[in-house]
C-alpha cells in the first residue's frame, strides 16, 4: 500500500483526512443508520415511516447546525429505532456502522447505545445484546477496524431499568462492551437518581 508524505506544507484535503487514521469515541448506533436502510428495513417489517422517499425522510432524520434543543435532536431517534426492533436489524445495523466508519478512515470505533430501546416488541436485553455482538464481530473479522460497545442508561427512564442495563454491559463485558454510560434528555432528569446503577 503506497503512503501519503504529509509535511507542513501538504494542504489537507478530504481526501487526505478520510485515509488518516482516526478514532471515533461516541457514535450513535441509532443515530447512524443509513437512509436506504431505514427505508428497506421498514419494508421488510411492515413499519409506516414518514416517507418512503429518500430525500423526504433524509429530512426528517438529519438535524441541521441551528437545533438548539436536545429533545428535538432525539426526535429523529424514534424513526430510526421503531425498524431496529429485530436481531437481525440490529445485527445489519451495527455491522454497516462499522463499515462507514471504515470509509471515513476510522480504526477504532466505540459505538454507543441503549438497549432498552431496542425491546418494544418483546426481545430481552440479552437478544438485543447477541444482536449488536454479533455484527460487531462480523465488522472485526472483515473489517480494518477494532470495534467496541457502550451500553447507556437512559435518564427519562426508571432508574431500577437503568441497574437492570448496568448489570447487562457488566454481563457482555467480555464479548465486546467497554463502557457504561447515561445518556438522554438532561433537562428535568437528574443523574443522582441513577447512582445505584453506577
Known amino acids: 500500500m503506497k503512503r501519503a508524505v504529509l509535511n507542513k506544507h501538504t494542504p489537507l484535503s478530504e481526501d487526505i483526512i478520510r485515509k488518516l487514521p482516526k478514532a471515533e469515541l461516541h457514535l450513535h448506533l441509532d443515530g447512524s443508520v443509513r437512509i436506504g436502510t431505514i427505508i428497506e428495513l421498514a419494508e421488510e417489517q411492515g413499519v409506516a415511516l414518514p416517507s418512503t422517499n429518500y430525500d423526504e425522510l433524509k429530512d426528517k432524520i438529519y438535524v441541521g447546525e441551528d437545533c438548539t434543543s436536545l429533545v428535538d435532536y432525539l426526535r429523529a431517534f424514534d424513526i430510526t429505532l421503531s425498524v431496529l426492533q429485530k436481531p437481525y436489524a440490529i445485527t445489519r445495523v451495527m455491522y454497516e456502522v462499522c463499515e462507514d466508519a471504515v470509509a471515513d ?6 459505538v454507543r447505545f441503549s438497549p432498552i430501546l431496542h425491546t418494544k416488541e418483546g426481545m430481552s436485553l440479552s437478544q438485543v ?6 455484527g460487531q464481530l462480523m465488522a472485526e473479522h472483515n473489517l480494518p477496524i477494532f470495534c467496541r460497545i457502550i451500553v447507556c442508561g437512559m435518564r427519562q427512564l426508571d432508574p431500577k431499568d437503568t441497574e437492570n442495563l448496568a448489570e447487562i454491559a457488566w454481563r457482555y463485558k467480555d464479548k465486546g462492551v467497554a463502557g457504561f ?3 438522554g434528555p438532561e433537562y428535568g432528569f437528574r443523574s443522582k437518581t441513577h447512582k445505584p446503577a453506577f
Open 181 to 183: 454510560d447515561l445518556a
Open 105 to 110: 478512515g476510522v480504526r477504532y470505533l466505540e
Open 129 to 134: 445484546m447477541e444482536a449488536i455482538c454479533e
